[in-house]
């Protein structure tokens, strides 16, 4: 089936620092990818929609000068979580859209800022 | 508007007894309708989905679903629950009106009781 990588798993940064999370397809193309962030017991929010080659698609709300999105090739997208803070500790998804409309998701990334 | 209602914000189930969980959506267009899990730290693995044709889908790990377009509802269902299955279950919708971007429901916890 289909493979959704993430890396890192989990990372801990301190206030003020940027950490980037990647997103790779593993054995597939994916000319889109979405980036979640799923908060404790909540559902999945979209922060963005990633295409390859092309500026991402940011959802109202979401700051993209904080979280940077870079689609360079079909099978890896990145999350700069820019000059982080506390507010931002949370778990990133990422997911890869595959033909026939279905998206595989990655294992998360778990977000602490310290 | 379009949206996902998963009324069960958890729901308490006897080891081998059957098991349906409940999944109404409102969209404008023709819906694809999708089942996610997500175990404990672990990604969300699609456990089935529906396009088109018979309304009755089988998926993964002995589940099933059923579309009722009359109801707008897509509730998973399973004979027989094992320990094993307990997780968050979501329910989605996507298609041409949301391009091709998920709508998520805020999930049900499945507990599983010995």
């Known amino acids: 089936g289909a493979v959704v990588s993430q890396h890192p798993s989990w990372v801990i940064c301190k206030s003020g620092t940027s950490v980037k999370i990647e997103c790779r397809s593993l054995?597939?193309?994916?000319?889109?990818m979405f980036w979640y962030r799923q908060f404790p017991k909540q559902s999945l929010m979209l922060m963005a929609t990633?295409?390859?080659?092309?500026?991402?698609?940011?959802e109202q709300g979401v700051e993209k000068d904080k979280f940077l999105i870079n689609h360079a090739s079909l099978t890896l997208s990145t999350l700069t979580v820019t000059s982080a803070h506390p507010e931002d500790s949370s778990f990133y998804i990422c997911?890869?859209?595959?033909?026939?409309?279905?998206?595989?998701f990655g294992p998360g990334t778990r977000l602490t800022v310290t | 508007a379009q949206s996902v209602t998963q009324p069960d914000i958890h729901i308490t189930v006897s080891e081998g007894a059957s098991l349906e969980l409940r999944c109404n959506y409102s969209y404008g267009a023709t819906p694809y309708l999708f089942w996610y899990v997500q175990s404990p730290g672990q990604g969300l693995q699609l456990l089935l989905k529906y396009f088109s044709g018979d309304t009755l889908v089988q998926g993964i790990k002995g589940f099933e679903a059923e579309f009722k377009r009359s109801q707008s509802s897509f509730n998973l269902r399973k004979p027989s629950v094992h320990w094993s299955d307990a997780a968050e279950y979501f329910c989605a919708v996507g298609g041409m009106d949301s391009n091709y971007q998920l709508i998520w429901g805020a999930g049900t916890k499945l507990i599983i009781k010995p």
């Open positions: 054995d597939f193309q994916a000319t889109t």
């Open positions: 997911s890869a859209k595959f033909p026939a409309y279905e998206q595989y």
């Open positions: 990633s295409n390859e080659g092309s500026k991402a698609t940011y």
